[in-house]
Every structure is written in C-alpha cells, then in structure tokens.
C-alpha cells in the first residue's frame, strides 16, 4: 500500500515539475506584450503631418506618411517607433520622405515628452527652429541636416542633456553658434557643416568632453580655432575646411591624439607645419591643408606619418625639393597631392609602393620622370603637368595595368609617340610638350578601357575617381575652355593631343575607341583626310582637329554623332559640303573660320549674314561649263552681225551691263569657291 501511494506521489510530483517547466518555458520564450501607441500621441503625429505637405513627384526616398492610417496603431507605422513596455513613441524618422513646410513653434509634436530620436534629414522643411523644440528633453539624437532650415540656432537647444547627436548641416543657418550648445555633456557628435554660420567658434564647445566628431566645414566662421578646443581629447574627426579662419597652424590640434580625420583646408593659415606632428598626431590617416598660405619646405617628419593614408598639401606656397623620404611612408598611403606650389629639384627617386593617387603639377620640378614609378603597382592617377620635366614619352608606365589618368601636359616632353598599350587608361593629356613625328596607324589598338566601359552599370551608380575621403580632380581643355573637374565620373574618357608637332595622318585606329567622350588633336601639323572611322565614336561630346594642315572632305557620317555638342575645323584646308547633321548647325561660324573650300546649306545657316555677303561669289563648276556655253553661243552670234552693228551693240553691253566675263575674263576656270570663313 505505501508503495502505491509512494508511486502515486513521485507521479504527482513529476507531472507538478513538467507542468511549471511548461509554464516557465512559455514566459522565457513568448514574445513580449506589444501596447498599442497611446491615442494622444497618434494624434498628435497626425496634427503634425497635416502641417506638411508631400513634394510631388517625389524623386528620391520614400514618402513613409502616406502608409499611415487615423485608425491603425501608430507603432506600425514606417518611420515610428514604440517604447515595448510603455507604448510611448521615442523614434520618430522621416528622412527621406519628401516633406515640405514648417516646423511651427506649437505643433503638438512638441508634447512627444519620451521621443528620443527625431530624424527629419533630407527634406524640404524651411523657416526657423522654434525654441520648443528644447522642450523634447529626452532627446539623444536630432538630425535637421540637409533642409532649408534658416535663421538662428535657439539657445533652448542647450536643454537637450540628453543628447548624443546633433547634425544641423547642410541648411540656411546663420549667426553665431549659441554658448549653451557648450551645456551637452553626453555630446559626440555635432556637425553644423554647410551654414552660413559666422564669428568665432565658442570656447564653451571645449567643455564636450566625449564628443568624436567635430564638422563645422563650409561656413564663415574666421578668427583663430579657440584653445579650449584641445581639451577635446576623445576628438576622432575635426572638419574645419572652407571658412576664413587664420594665423598659423592651431597648436592646440596637437593635443588632440586620437584625432584620425583632420581637414583645415581652404582657410588662411600660414606660416609653416610645426615639427611635431607626427609624434603629436600619431593615430593620423587623413590630413588635408591644402588651399592655405602655409610656406617653408616641406617637413620630412611627414614621412614618419606611420598610418598616413591621404595626405593634400596642395595649393599653398611650399617650397624646397620632394623630401626624399617619401619612399619611406608607410604602406596605407593611398593619396599624395602637392599640386602648385613652389616646389623645385627632381622627383624623389623612390615613392611609396601604395600610392594610388599621386599629383605633383603646377610646379617648378626639373628633371626626368623616375623609372621606379613602374613599382607603384596600383598607381590609378599620375599628374606631372606644369613642370619643367624634360623627357621622352613614358612607354614604360603601360606596365601599370591599374593606370587611369596621365596628365603631362605643358612641360618639355619630347619625340615620337610609338604603339602603346594602356589598357585601362581613360583620361591621357600629353598637350604643350614637344612631341613629333607620326603616330602609328594601330596607335590605339590597345586602348581598351576607352572602347568599353561597363557605361550603364557604373552611370548608375555614379562611380567616380578617388575615395570617400577624396576626390581626384583635373584642368582638361573640353568644348574649347579650360574645365576643371572637380569630381571625375569613371566612365569618362578624354584624349588631348593638342599643341605639339604631330605630322601625318590621323589613325584611323581611333575609330575603335567607342567610348571617348573628348577628342582634341589641335595646333599640330596633322595631313591627310580625316578619317571616317571617327564616325564610331558614338559618345563624342567634343572634338578639336582646328590648327592643323588637313584636307579633303569632313566626312558626311560626323552628321550623326548625337552627343557632338562641340566641334572646331578651323584654320585647315578642308573642302566640299558641310554634313548636314543638327550638331553642325549650331556650332559658331568660328568653327570653320580658314577652310576655303567648305560649303553647302549647314554652312549658310551657321554664318548667317556672313555668308550671304560671299554667297554671289560661290560658283559650282557646273555653273561655270553653263556659263561657258553662254560665251560661245554669243562668239558665234557676232559672226553674223555687220560690223557696224556688231560695235554699236557691243558697246552698249559694255557700258549698261558689264557681264561678269567681261569683267573677269581671264580668270574665269580657276575661280576660288568663296567661303564665309573668308571674311
């Protein structure tokens, strides 16, 4: 009996056991209880929203409001988010999502006491921030940026003690940065980049003591970068570029040694580098001071930079040689920039084996290019132009198989040009230099970049030369002026030839190169026709054959290259009709100013008046045999005549009608054919 309720029990208690690990199971692993948003601030959402309208067409992100519904849970909503114990709205994001109107001082979005983020990025809001916006005291992150919000920062935001992030850029702002932004003590980021921001930068910035990241780039802010600023220890990134700060470098950066990202470019600080800064700096990667009035010789403890990665320089007044050093740097250097300046001597034998990016032009260097160049395996951009560099043409870099853009344009380059093989090369600007002779007719067979370009996949995604951190940027002659571009898309590709002593014909082998969009081959000495094949260059926007000793026809087919915005034959010897293609007829008469024998209707239309006052000079040859017969029809008519009769009536044409063989006849078969270049 005792054995059976004993069973009876340890049953009992194993079910007890298997039915609370049940309910236990159920409670670790069942989702959490999920409130609804409380109806005061759904409602609240919804009056903000009625405040603003939706751009249309809207082009770009997603207009998250118009999924939201007056009798649905706001918590799931796109752009909200809900506190999952208490229901409360702490997330509100809007970016992207076409918005247009006023942030009004009363909105019941302010009674959003528990909202922690509040992204309104990349919108249409304008106006000012109202000062209730302070009233959102548990804020941590608020990001405006990239509006058209103006006026005033309001002094309220300084109650946001809370906050971690606050991206005011890309706006209207203007005035001073207000003091109190000094009281964010949990602050690390803070960008206001972009404004029309001006003053002094308030000392009371140096009291954000975990703050990382610093952008106060592209305003007016002048005077000196305050010294508080250095007790700014946790600093990783200061953007200061483009405003009109000035004095020497600002030691107090020095203080800063976990800084990763420093930009004080185009300002006004001058003087030279300190000494310091690689053992100051030693955790640098980006270090931009370029556009400034710094001077002295370049300092070769630059080269003890161990994790250095882009280092501009350019546009200041250094001066001195390339520090030899520069082949010491370490293998994260991926951009070296020293663009104008003052700098003289040769280039540094050895350069670092990392460099991508490497633009030493508008300089004062002597010398020759150095063959160790061939070590720079993943060298993507080379810029010696506006030297003193006195060599052949580099065959030797063809090696490069990462070369994109060679830029040697005006300096004291000399010789022949042979077959080359630079197969990803897509920019190539040889003009002003001394070069000669005749390029070979297979001269761009292997410039297989320029005849295929993946165009479609990298148009759409916008790839351009350089990095997140930099920009590679280049002066080509395009549509006949100087173009500086600042961002260069990978799918472009230029050819510029222009200024030397080339004789001979144009190879027809630049047919093949499909996807060149500038073309300029002017001031050369060039003969012969111009090729037809140039009538497969389907994406040409500019070419420039002008100042050069061509003959013949343009050939018709020119006529339909759609993209052909600009073109220049002038002072040349072509000849026979203009094609008739839309892009020839609205080019400038400039355009074919010194070819005699050009003509035909796209040619009237271009030089309008002008042309019309030659127009009774063009004569075509079968005009010329019609007028012949006239005469001869006329001898034989006066054979008939008395001579009596034949005086009196020659004389009378003579004198009332002056025929225009009586005028000229002895030039009458080697007539010019009068173009309106002419005048």
Known sequence: MNSFWNSISLIFITLSFFFFLNLNFRDVFASPTRHLCHPEQRDAILQFMNELEIQKPCFYGFPKTESWANNSDCCSWDGIRCDAKFGDVIELNLSLSCLHGQLNSKSDIFRLHNLRVLHLSSNHFSGEIPS?????????????????????????????SYLTTLDLSINHFSGEIPSSLGNLSHLTTLEVGGNNFNGEIPSSLGNLSYLTTLDLSINNFSGEIPSSLGRLSQLVSLNVFINKFNGNFPLIILNLTNLSILDISYNQFAGMLPPNISSSLPNLEYFYADHNNFTGKIPSFICTLCTLTILDLSNNQFNGSIPRCMGNFSSTLQTLNLRKNRLSGGLPENISASVKSLDIGHNQLVGKLPRSLVRISFLEVLNVESNRINDTFPFWL????????????????????QKTGFSKLRIIDISSNHFYGTLPSDCFANWDAMCSLGKKENQFNGEYMGTDYYSDSMVLMNKGVALELVRILKIYTAIDFSGNKFEGEIPRSIGILKELHVLNFSNNAFTGHIPSSMANLG??????????????EIPQELGNLSYLAYMNFSHNQLVGLLPGGTQFKTQPCSSFKDNLGL???????????IHAKTSHQYVT???????????????AAIGFIPGIAFGLVMGYI?????PEWFMNPFGRNKRRIISISNH
């Open 398 to 417: 063809s090696s490069l198989q990462e070369l994109h853009i060679l830029v040697l344009r005006s300096n004291a380059f000399h010789g022949p040009i």
């Open 132 to 160: 209730s916006l302070g009233n959102l005291s548990y804020l941590t992150t608020l990001d405006l940026s990239i509006n058209h919000f103006s006026g005033e920062i309001p002094s309220s935001l300084g109650n946001l």
């Open 599 to 609: 003509y035909g209707p796209s040619l009237d239309e271009v030089c309008g008046d």
């Open 539 to 552: 994406e040409l926007e500019s070419l420039d054959v002008s100042q050069n000793k061509l003959s013949g």
């Open 654 to 658: 003579f004198v009332c009608y002056k």
């Open 621 to 635: 040859p079968e005009q010329e045999e019609d007028e012949e017969e006239v005469i001869s029809w006329i001898a």
